[in-house]
């Protein structure tokens, strides 16, 4: 009989929420399975191990009974399903990211959105870029791809943030919940008015698309599909566009080399692989198992850090640093297998083709004051907090 993994007692979950960086980095070399008391999960941090069990989903399902997220969306959104029935949901959003349409109906709009967010912001002074821009662009690039172009800003935000806090809501908290439960009525509400728009106007918005489909999923689900990418649509490409900018402008010879080459797809790629968006996802063991040797009991939970996965020593030569221009290695920001993030290719163009591109043409002299006072946090989701930039 194959043993238990190790146990960690030690870490706590306010250290992987400031700096859990040197933390997977010890985990890797020591006890890359270790089941870590903090969070109440056995954490995977190796490349080969994550991408092993994404891509096993008959082994390792997303329909975890033991998370808060079905009381947070009040819902079983595509996220925690699996086989034909995930397989059915995520088809019928499947034609607002087809790539025609990326190029013919989301370019135009995410590019008119990226003049209107850089046409605001002042010249000369220090922005957080974070509120005036990443978290906007966001918010109103993805209203217009899922149509609920009539939600404001600072609403799909704010929904985001209640949905992604009560699906954390790992101690069962009432707080958090009653907020996701006041974000869940408004969406609804908004939902309900937008139904006959989009039934006299089909467009290639997600909602249009699985609205006026010939064989529709239940309109429950359609709701709830919408708000997991309203929770999972907005803090990536924010998190992804501040982290990018931070690197360049941390590294001004990189910055140099990406402008002269127009290497901003480079730039995006290393952005999310130093630092993914979304660092951890978690996975229920469907029979008893194994990994590297230890075994792992029907009904463990597994989490697989691909923030760690993405610095891992065996495919990345100093993993912990950004380097545009590394050898290119397959990262896993967007994760693996059937959950592979399907809005990979609209953040790509939001952010690579067109944010960067225009803000630094906009402002080529920008630079960050004081890169040591930029605050970073989160364990499930890691990102910048707050980024103070000289726009010039
Ligand atoms: C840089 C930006 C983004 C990153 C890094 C990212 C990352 C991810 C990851 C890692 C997953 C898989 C999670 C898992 O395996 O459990 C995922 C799934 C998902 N993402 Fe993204 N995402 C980004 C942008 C977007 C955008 C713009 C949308 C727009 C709608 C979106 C919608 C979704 C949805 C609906 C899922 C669930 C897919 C499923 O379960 O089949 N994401 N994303």
Redesign the pocket.
């Known amino acids: 009989m194959t043993e238990l993994a190790p146990v960690n007692a030690d870490i706590t979950l306010q250290q992987l929420d400031r700096d859990p960086f040197p933390i997977y980095k010890r985990f890797r070399a020591e006890s890359p399975v270790l089941r870590v008391q903090a969070v109440g999960r056995t954490l995977l941090t190796k490349a080969v191990d994550t991408r092993y069990v ?1 891509e096993h989903p008959t082994l390792f399902s ?1 329909d975890d009974p033991n998370t808060p997220m079905k009381r947070a969306f009040r819902a079983h ?5 699996d086989g034909h029935a ?1 397989q059915r ?2 088809d019928a ?1 499947q034609q ?2 087809h790539p025609a349409v990326i190029r013919d109906e989301w370019a135009p709009r995410y590019e008119a959105i990226a003049e209107d967010c850089v046409s605001r912001l002042p010249r000369g002074e220090v922005v957080d870029l974070f509120q005036a821009l990443s978290g906007p662009y ?1 918010a109103r ?2 209203a217009a ?2 149509g609920v172009d009539e939600a404001h800003d600072a609403d799909m935000q704010r929904w985001s943030q209640c949905l992604i806090d009560g699906a954390g809501n790992f101690g069962w908290q009432d707080e958090p919940f009653a907020r996701s439960d006041s974000a869940n009525d408004e969406m609804d509400t908004l939902f309900d008015s937008l139904q006959a728009r989009h039934k006299a106007q089909p467009n290639p918005s ?1 909602f249009s698309v699985m609205l006026n489909a010939d064989d529709p999923i239940p309109l429950s689900q359609i709701y709830a ?1 919408i708000k ?3 929770g ?3 803090n ?2 924010r ?3 501040n982290t990018i900018l931070f690197g360049l402008l941390t590294h001004p010879d990189q910055l140099a080399e990406v402008k002269q080459k127009s290497d901003w797809g480079k730039a ?1 790629e290393e952005g ?1 692989r130093w630092v ?3 660092s951890v ?3 229920l063991a469907t029979e008893d198992t194994e990994i590297r040797g230890f075994r792992i009991p029907k009904g463990d939970t597994v989490m ?1 850090v ?1 923030a760690s996965a993405n610095r891992d020593e065996d495919l990345f030569d100093d993993g912990e640093s950004f380097n545009v221009y590394r050898d290119k290695k397959p990262h ?13 290719h ?3 163009r ?2 690579a083709q067109i944010m960067l591109p225009l803000l630094f043409e906009c402002f080529p002299n920008m630079r960050l004051p004081d890169p040591a006072a930029v605050p970073w946090r989160g364990f499930g989701f890691h990102g910048i907090t707050a980024l103070p930039v000289h726009l010039a």
């Open positions: 994404k997303n959104t595509l996220m925690r399903k995930h949901e995520r959003m607002t990211f966001a690039g993805l791809l899922l997600a599909n997991i990418a309203i999972g649509g907005i990536e490409p998190d992804a566009l995006f999310i993914a968006p979304i996802s978690s996975r697989t691909q896993q920001a967007f994760g693996n297998g059937p959950h592979f993030c399907p809005g990979s609209v953040a790509r939001a952010i």
